[in-house]
């Protein structure tokens, strides 16, 4: 069976961190380009991050750049998003995401979707 799983959520004040993780099942990550993407209340899904199947690259929206890392470990088929500096616009349910192909696409064509993980950020 086909599954990605996000874990990692959680509560935390401004300015902390978390780690989420996106392991996948039932397939390998290698040849997929894996993104995060989050949807806070009332809002419109947003990307967040992405990294290539490829050759690595990374890109991060710029609400952000200089604080998020993704990065991904192909031998635990696992992509992670560091997430440093949280702050209460950060709150919202992240997705990871997988689209088979060497570089990151838009949101409509990405093939596995996780369930999501809460991140919720306040004092």
């Known amino acids: 069976q086909v599954q990605l799983v996000e874990s990692g959520g959680g509560l935390v004040q401004p300015g902390g961190s978390l780690r989420l993780s996106c392991a996948a099942s039932?397939?390998?990550?290698?040849?997929?380009?894996i993104g995060w993407f989050r949807q806070a209340p009332g809002k419109e899904r947003e990307g967040v991050s992405c990294?290539?199947?490829?050759?690595?690259?990374?890109y991060y929206a710029d609400s952000v750049k200089g604080r998020f890392t993704i990065s991904r470990d192909n031998a635990k088929n696992t992509v992670y998003l560091q997430m440093n500096s949280l702050k209460p616009e950060d709150t919202a349910v992240y997705y990871c995401?997988?689209?088979?192909?060497?570089?990151?696409?838009?949101?409509?064509?990405?093939?596995?979707w996780g369930q999501g993980t809460q991140v919720t950020v306040s004092s």
């Open positions: 990294i290539n199947s490829s050759n690595g690259g990374t």
């Open positions: 039932g397939f390998t990550l290698d040849y997929y380009a």
């Open positions: 995401a997988a689209d088979y192909g060497p570089f990151c696409a838009a949101p409509y064509e990405y093939d596995y």
